[in-house]
């Protein structure tokens, strides 16, 4: 199984790839990881051929679940992916998420990619590419595109998985579980 998930900033990715490689034991391709360089340099502007290099290695594999919205390898990750995930929630739900996690993360001064050195500080939040701008600026933009993706006969080879409500992830991710286990 090779599980793409997709979703503006804040949404869940992260937390849900987390939870669904936990589940199926396979591994967690975090593409802000392969991304983010120490002192805030990445490979998506500064050395896309290295980003795009690591991330197809990545997903070689035969199983693993990925999230990221970097479209400089999106369409390398959807065409190995066997399903997509896209975590289409109202702003609200967004905007709560990602200022909730940035205070944690600016409150708790921890490494947000390990040997990175890089973390969340309140100065940050002044930036117009940080996650909560970001996201809020982006929204309205990233949904429209990802309902073309969906509808995109490109990706008639993936199961697609639309949510709407966070509470209704759960149950898909006990379907992978259980559909895992019958290939098994």
């Not at 600026?137 to 709407?164: I, K, M, N, Q, V």
Request: proline residues 4%; charged residues 30%; positive net charge.
């Amino acid at each position: 199984m090779r599980i793409a998930i997709l979703g503006t900033s804040g949404s869940g990715k992260s937390t849900l790839s987390r939870a669904i490689g936990d589940r199926l034991g396979i591994p967690v391709i975090e593409l802000d990881a392969i991304n983010w360089r120490a002192g805030w340099r990445d490979l998506n502007t500064d050395d896309p051929e290295e980003f795009l290099r690591l991330v197809l290695a990545a997903t070689s594999l035969e199983a693993w679940v990925c999230d990221g919205n970097y479209s400089k390898v999106r369409n390398h990750v959807l065409a190995r992916a066997t399903d997509v995930i896209w975590l289409d929630y109202p702003r609200s739900v967004v905007m709560r998420r990602v200022i909730g996690r940035s205070f944690a993360r600016a409150i708790g001064g921890r490494e947000l990619w390990p040997g990175t050195g890089n973390t969340e500080t309140f100065a940050r939040w002044l930036s117009p590419d940080h996650p909560i701008r970001w996201a809020w600026d982006t929204y309205a933009d990233r949904r429209r595109r990802y309902g073309e993706l969906f509808a995109d006969p490109r990706l008639a080879h993936a199961r697609r998985h639309r949510f709407s409500r966070p509470g209704d992830v759960a149950a898909l991710v006990e379907k992978l579980v259980r559909a895992q286990t019958d290939v098994i």
